[in-house]
């Protein structure tokens, strides 16, 4: 039997501490992403009986590609400093390769739910919210689908971008699609006039963009007013139609990857848990996941330690997810990093201001 003393205080166990990395603007400071983990959080804690509450703390740092690396060293740092035994965040590619050497620097286990797999390590772990390594197949499929042949290609500069390129390319040359043109743009470009004139010149079959997703509304704004009527294809990007639903005018019958699908049961029971009238986007769906999955690693966690929630982490298996398609399940492994297996992407098209699901 020990004989370390009870303190008298016993009664009510501390919480555990999970800090919430903001890489973007948080007009409500992150309060409404919050509110969204922890339904998810709280519907674990209940159903595994967790024995202590679970306590939120907040960090914003603007990362790139409009802030800074700075902003987001500083943004973890204060996480860490404040006793975060866990990390959710970032949530942007560019931003995850630098908090990928800051959560092995610091040895604290982290979720980032960004489109890049090299965002992976020991202790940064991925939800992949969009893919840039499987979607450029996904979009190229799609192309060669509807024998669109000769394509132009209009590309970030910058990690995102440049990365999506590259698979793009592959996929391109093992399907037999030609890249008849291409423009590197500013990942933050207003201006795309001169970039669509000369793209419309060579006339391809299609048009494709890839990138974060700032500079595809004046893209979408170029080839509205050069009157280019061209089918486009673009990566989760576009996405950003629902937080900026402005923009999908100029999007008018794009397709695009998306990470949500109306067939997935989980996601009709998140609707129905923030009494929304309209399907959730993936960013909601998200962060009931990421609650869920941090919820679970407190569950699973043998010692409450950072190891120890690394540990319970990787104790994760065929959990069924809100992202994806009906099947799609979450699980981590001993250096398995990649939250999400099956079709966690979806094709999508805007018509109308809504976005509509497309059949394979």
Not at 91 to 116: F, H, K, M, Q, W
Request: charged share 20%.
């Amino acid at each position: 039997m020990s004989n370390d003393p009870i303190p008298a205080d016993s009664a009510q166990p501390a919480p555990v501490c999970i800090g919430i990395l903001h890489d973007r603007p948080q007009p409500d400071g992150g309060a409404g992403f919050e509110r969204i983990v922890r339904i998810g959080a709280d519907e674990v804690s209940a159903i595994r009986q967790l024995d202590r509450p679970l306590e939120f703390i907040h960090a914003n740092g603007l990362g790139l590609p409009t802030g800074t690396a700075r902003a987001v060293e500083d943004a973890f740092a204060s996480l860490v400093e404040r006793g975060a035994l866990a990390i959710i965040g970032p949530a942007i590619s560019d931003n995850g390769l630098i908090a990928r050497e800051l959560a092995d620097a610091a040895r604290i286990p982290c979720i980032n739910y960004t489109g890049g797999e090299q965002t992976r390590s020991e202790w940064m772990f991925h939800y992949q919210v969009g893919s840039l390594e499987d979607e450029p197949t996904v979009l190229a499929r799609h192309l060669a689908a509807r024998d669109l042949g000769t394509v132009a290609l209009v590309h970030d500069r910058s990690p995102i971008g440049q990365r999506m390129t590259t698979y793009f390319e592959e996929a391109c040359a093992s399907l037999g699609i030609d890249l008849v043109g291409r423009a590197s743009i500013s990942p933050v470009a207003k201006d795309l006039s001169d970039v669509t004139a000369k793209l419309q010149a060579i006339a391809p079959a299609a048009l494709v963009y890839l990138g974060l997703g700032l500079s595809a509304y004046p893209l979408g704004q170029a080839v509205a007013q050069a009157g280019w009527e061209v089918p486009v294809v673009a990566n989760s990007a576009l996405m950003f139609g629902y937080a900026y639903p402005e923009w999908t005018k100029v999007w008018e019958g794009w397709v695009y990857a998306d990470a949500v699908s109306e067939d997935n049961r989980l996601l009709a029971h998140l609707h129905r848990q923030i009494g929304s009238d309209t399907a959730p986007g993936p960013g909601l769906a998200a962060a009931y996941d990421l609650g869920r999955l941090v919820a679970e690693s407190v569950a699973r966690a043998v010692h409450l330690t950072r190891e120890g929630l690394r540990d319970g982490l990787e104790r994760i298996k065929l959990l069924p997810a809100t992202i994806g398609r009906e099947g799609t399940t979450m699980g981590f492994g001993r250096w398995e990093r990649s939250a999400l297996k099956g079709e966690f992407l979806v094709l999508r098209q805007w018509r109308g201001g809504r976005t509509l699901e497309l059949d394979d």
